[in-house]
């Protein structure tokens, strides 16, 4: 398994809006991680930039995780890049931020 994501939420907020969508995922460059694992990252180009609805930045190393599927408030991710397990929320912004995982 590769993919970010490991662990969707269960329950109410797994079903709050349907199927999840599926994103197809592009290398961008980022050679931190494993070859087999570098589509699932990319690094944060600063103002102007913007997350997609499958994307989030750790907390920890401030890379932007990708998944393959649209992500949930309530999700388990786990980033590759400085190898933190970290929990998906719903930010004050109203979009998604992880908080990491202990
Ligand atoms: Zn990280």
Redesign the pocket.
Known sequence: MSDPLERPAEGEGAAASGPRRRFELEETGFDEVPVRYRRF?RHWRGPGDALGPNEVI??????V?RSSRELREGDRLY??????R?RVRRGAQGGLEADCEY
Request: net charge positive.
């Open positions: 990252y750790c907390p920890v190393c401030k890379v995780i980033c590759m890049a400085c190898m933190t970290l």
